[in-house]
């Protein structure tokens, strides 16, 4: 469910902000409890509270006194501007390192992203 | 908050537990690995007072928890001998619970023993070890203890019995909140129920951290030996493997993505280490060698 | 209900079945002999108290070690403290002896009156003196009850081998009672080397010296998983 490489809290504040890009969590809408959270994923709910509390901290999520967490209103644009800014950095430089080391031009991988618009 | 200063336990020229501090705040579930011989067990008998220790001090909420009544009566330890009365049927084991512990719920002692598949007319020396096992985790759990002290309850259940009993216990837990602490070898299985690990070996403390944080602290960085041995140059190694020119070196720490970045870039294999295979390395120095807790440094 | 009560409670429900089920049997078995002895003859001693009144001092024995043996552990993995355990467990043990040694004279009163139904007693048949059996049998009783504590007590607290060293001074509640007190070849009521009196007096005083010394052994005690 969770693997060794990183700490499951950070998992799931990932899997919920994943959720929350992918437009399975609505805006708005009530997350599950951070028991409800620990036994359906078998895992301690401090550690569930701390991917949540992670949440809060980052304003992908609120929480509502006395009712429960909730995914703010502005989460996915939030997020999507985050992965965006990364996205270069991340996920474009690598690409272009590993090209580069293996002996693909710049030219090729634009004529094939020209084929893939 | 259950708190050790300095805790000693002798027996005679051996010790157990070697000065060993601690500070635990109740209503979280611990989980306490250590080899054989590590003094977990004579660590989990002077917690639960059925043994004093040889020096130091332990205080479970400012009070010394040896035969005090208030502490004991809210106190469980379920070990694999089960103290009971071995001729006793399940049933009257079950009763002798339910007159003695104040906070004995029978309903859902029977609905564990249903679920452990325990026929309550069956005397308890003629149960298997997975069966007196079962038994052990519907006494510990049952008795909704403040302080809950599982050694080792898991030895001869097979897998599916396993599984039910975190859920239970995770269930439960989850219900009525309270201090469970739970010694294993079965790491892996059940890691994911800690909120806190406590490492223990030789009778010392090596580590006491959140469970959680353990995850991703160890790295396996594996490539041509010279280029390994640059890169792990200045970090704890906690073990090692050598193929030929190849080195596989396990390392305490976590890598942050500039120095993935340069591993991957010298042409090394980066691997995780699961929290069963951190405390294998944590607690396997050879006894001449460097103590585990000084490795840490 | 205070803990050490609900240990004296505990323990007494837990020997209840096998006490029933063993006057019965003791009751129903010496009926028998009974019967057939006198089919052949006069009865010309108690058979009651030659078995059940020598038998008394080694079931309370058992009992003794039975108490640190087992119940020890499993009352203090139960939440009882080894200081309510004692308690609780000598007001057992004091009210078992009590009551048993009552039972051993009950029995030799009944076993007169029914051997009486059958014809005139046998001048040699031993006629009851509620008092002076009673406090024979049961200062033997007490005696061998703190013995088995005791030397249990030893052997759980310091192991096997060391345990030996308790195993001769733990012996001397019952050893001292039994050469002062304990009933002759037929179970009859004998007082031996020292008069009457002082022999109850010097029995009951060894059995709380002796008494004195499980509480010493016990009161801080490692809960070991088994004896020795």
Redesign the interface.
């Known amino acids: 469910m969770f693997d060794d490489r990183s700490p499951i809290y950070l998992q799931i504040a990932d899997g919920i902000k994943d959720d929350v890009l992918s437009g399975v969590l609505k805006e708005d809408e009530q997350v599950m409890s951070t028991n409800q959270y620990a036994a359906f994923y078998q895992i301690n709910p401090a550690t569930a509270a701390k991917g949540f509390s992670t949440l809060v901290d980052e304003g992908v999520l609120y929480k509502k006194r006395g009712i429960g967490m909730f995914v703010s209103p502005d989460a996915r644009a939030k997020l999507l501007d985050g992965r965006r800014q990364r996205f270069f950095a991340e996920v474009v430089d690598p690409m272009l390192a590993e090209a580069r080391m293996i002996g693909i031009g710049v030219d090729e991988i634009v004529a094939h992203l020209g084929e893939r618009k | 908050m259950i708190e050790l200063q300095d805790l000693t336990v002798r027996y005679g020229d051996t010790v157990a537990v070697d000065h060993l501090s601690l500070t635990l705040p109740t209503g979280?579930?611990y989980g306490l690995l250590g080899r054989n011989g590590s003094g977990k067990t004579s660590l989990l008998?002077v917690l639960a007072?059925?043994?004093?220790a040889t020096s130091g001090s332990i205080t479970v909420d400012g009070v010394d928890p040896?035969?005090?009544?208030g502490v004991?009566?809210?106190?469980?330890?379920i070990?694999d001998?089960l103290?009971?009365?071995g001729a006793d049927r399940i049933a009257k084991v079950l009763d002798?619970?339910a007159?003695?512990?104040q906070g004995w719920d029978a309903a859902y002692a029977a609905r564990l023993l249903e679920m452990f598949e325990l026929d309550p007319r069956k005397r308890v020396s003629s149960l298997s070890r997975g069966q007196r096992s079962s038994l052990g985790v519907v006494l510990g759990l049952a008795a909704r203890?403040q302080l809950t002290i599982l050694d080792e309850v898991y030895l001869g259940m097979d897998a599916v019995a396993r599984t039910a009993f975190?859920?239970e216990l995770?269930?439960d837990y989850?219900d009525r909140p309270r201090t469970i602490i739970l010694s294993t070898h079965l790491i892996e299985e059940v890691a994911?129920?800690?909120?806190q690990v406590i490492i223990i070996d030789r009778g010392r403390l090596v580590l006491h951290e959140e469970?959680?944080?353990l995850?991703?602290r160890g790295v396996t960085v594996t490539g041509p030996a010279a280029a390994v041995d640059a890169f792990v140059a200045g970090r704890t190694v906690l073990g090692d493997q050598h193929l030929g020119g190849v080195r596989a070196a396990t390392v305490y720490g976590r890598l942050a993505p500039d120095e993935v970045?340069r591993a991957q870039g010298a042409g090394l294999a980066l691997g995780?280490?699961?929290?069963q295979d951190l405390f294998v390395h944590l607690t396997s120095t050879p006894a001449a060698g460097p103590r585990p807790q000084e490795a840490l440094r | 209900m205070s803990e050490s009560t609900l240990v004296t409670t505990n323990l007494l429900r837990f020997y209840r079945p096998i006490g029933l089920w063993l006057g019965s049997a003791m009751i129903v078995g010496i009926g028998i002999a009974l019967t057939a002895v006198l089919s052949v003859g006069d009865l010309r001693f108690s058979l009651w108290l030659m078995i059940v009144g020598s038998a008394a001092k080694y079931w309370l024995l058992a009992v003794g070690i039975m108490l640190t043996g087992m119940h020890l552990r499993q009352y203090v993995s139960a939440g009882v403290t080894r200081h309510e355990f004692l308690a609780g467990a000598g007001l057992f043990g004091l009210v078992t002896a009590v009551l048993f040694a009552a039972a051993v004279i009950a029995g030799h009163g009944l076993e007169q009156w029914a051997v009486g139904l059958a014809g005139p007693l046998s001048p040699d048949y031993p006629a009851i003196a509620p008092v002076t059996e009673y406090l024979h049998v049961l200062p033997v009783e007490l005696g061998y009850l703190v013995s088995g504590t005791a030397i249990t007590a030893g052997f759980y607290r310091f192991g096997a081998l060391p345990g030996l060293l308790v195993l001769v001074p733990g012996m001397l509640p019952a050893a001292v009672s039994e050469a002062l007190l304990a009933g002759g070849p037929h179970g009859e009521s004998i007082t031996r080397v020292l008069p009457f009196g002082f022999a109850v007096a010097v029995s009951l005083v060894v059995t709380a010296v002796g008494a004195v010394a499980c509480h010493r052994l016990i009161r801080d005690v490692a809960i070991r998983r088994a004896t020795g």
């Open positions: 979280k579930i008998s007072s059925y043994r004093k040896f035969e005090n009544a004991m009566r809210q106190t469980s330890f070990r001998t103290d009971v009365n002798f619970a007159r003695l512990r203890s975190y859920r995770l269930a989850l994911d129920l800690f909120e469970a959680d944080e995850r991703g970045q995780p280490v699961g929290i």
